[in-house]
């Protein structure tokens, strides 16, 4: 019989970490998976500490291919897998002793999600939590809707996507999710087209695509720590800002002949558009960080010689208003809303503050 959870451990040069990241999969309180390993020809002694795992655990599958980088490795352990959900435990992190259980018990209840997002601790090399970034905050995840990710809660389709028009992260790590195997008929494998940052990519598809169930009990790590691809990254740059201006064209043009009618065409009345611009002015923005001249000339060209909708976000920040990022939460679950769309639903959801969201979610959500 199939496993019901193919956990995946793609590996390159973490041996520190290994014994962590190995036992969080053996500890599982659900034990109805496989586990394959395919380390990319690490040179630390990861491959020989593999190999002496795998002795002393039977069941457990090892390969060696291509140093191709992280998104290859991830698309050869979901082609060398047979479960029906999928789960990328990234070598330098962890997860809590119940995360499989109640990940596999939220999908099988929800038949409708191909996503099972856990909330995230961030640590540091030592494994010590951090402070800053911190999640959610870091994320579109919980934008404008206080303490959501405290709750279980359904997100559909395309409302997770949609967020990642302000080239934000609405899944900060793929350790959060497991992922049921059908998504990839939709979604296509792993880019690795822009480097390091390419799982946005795959990302904004998949919310674009499939609906996710927040599992708000078990948790998943993102460590920090010096080797990590992205601990180089200028998060500043036009380069990096051009990237993320590529992926989310890309997700648009890809998704678009699956999405419904009614979402294209709001797409298309000025959605897109407007949200091109404010992304351009901000990352402009932001690349001239260490200039107060140079930026406030920038603005100042905006207003006087930009569209109608850069004038208008300028304006509100001078009154004090929102900015569009935060602002675009809401109106997408407006938008949705009106087109018909349910963009979020749980039973409880006491904390939160969300304007217009469905009855579902109970009387403070309204």
């Known amino acids: 019989m199939k496993p019901r959870v193919s956990v995946c451990i793609p590996n390159l040069n973490t041996l520190p970490?290994?014994?962590?990241?190995?036992?969080?999969?053996?500890?599982?309180?659900?034990?109805?998976w496989e586990l394959f390993v395919y380390d990319s020809y690490s040179d630390d002694g990861s491959w020989e500490f593999i190999q002496q795992m795998a002795r002393?655990?039977?069941?457990?599958?090892?390969?060696?291919?291509?140093?191709?980088?992280?998104?290859?490795?991830?698309?050869?352990c979901v082609r060398q897998t047979t479960g029906e959900y999928v789960y990328i435990a990234t070598s330098d992190d962890s997860m809590s002793p119940d995360f499989l259980e109640k990940m596999v018990a939220a999908l099988d209840r929800h038949p409708e999600c191909e996503l099972a997002h856990a909330p995230l601790v961030i640590v540091d090399d030592s494994g010590a939590s951090v402070n800053s970034p911190s999640w959610p905050s870091c994320t579109n995840f919980a934008q404008g809707i206080a303490d959501l990710h405290k709750v279980p809660h359904v997100r559909r389709a395309p409302y997770d996507g949609l967020?990642?028009?302000?080239?934000?992260?609405?899944?900060?790590?793929?350790?959060?999710?497991?992922?049921?195997?059908?998504?990839?008929?939709?979604?296509?494998?792993?880019?690795?087209?822009?480097?390091?940052v390419s799982d946005f990519n795959w990302e904004m598809?998949?919310?674009?695509?499939?609906?996710?169930?927040h599992v708000p009990d078990p948790w998943a790590t993102w460590r920090i720590h010096p080797k990590q691809l992205t601990s180089m990254l200028d998060l500043n740059s036009l380069d990096l800002f051009r990237k993320f201006e590529e992926m989310i064209d890309d997700a648009i043009t890809t998704c678009q002949p699956q999405l419904p009618p009614q979402i294209l065409s709001a797409l298309r009345s000025g959605l897109l558009t407007r949200a091109k611009e404010i992304r351009n002015y901000y990352g402009v923005l932001r690349s001239l960080h260490n200039s107060v001249t140079s930026r406030r000339i920038f603005q100042l060209g905006q207003f006087?010689?930009?569209?109608?909708?850069?004038?208008?976000?300028?304006?509100?920040k001078i009154?004090?208003?929102?900015?569009?990022?935060?602002?675009?939460?809401?109106?997408?679950?407006?938008?949705l809303e009106s087109l018909g769309i349910e963009p979020l639903s749980c039973r409880s959801c006491e904390a939160s503050r969300g304007p217009s969201l469905s009855q579902d979610c109970g009387p403070s959500l309204r």
Do not use: C, M
């Open 205 to 213: 598809k998949a919310g674009l695509l499939a609906n996710t169930v």
């Open 304 to 316: 006087y010689s930009g569209t109608n909708s850069l004038r208008g976000e300028i304006l509100g």
């Open 56 to 76: 002393r655990n039977k069941g457990v599958r090892i390969v060696q291919g291509p140093r191709q980088g992280p998104y290859p490795a991830w698309n050869e």
């Open 319 to 335: 009154i004090g208003r929102n900015n569009w990022p935060e602002r675009l939460s809401a109106e997408i679950r407006l938008l």
């Open 163 to 196: 967020l990642q028009l302000t080239a934000r992260h609405t899944v900060l790590s793929i350790t959060q999710l497991l992922i049921r195997r059908s998504i990839f008929s939709k979604t296509g494998n792993f880019s690795d087209r822009w480097g390091s």
């Open 17 to 32: 970490f290994l014994p962590e990241r190995f036992e969080s999969v053996f500890h599982q309180t659900f034990q109805d």
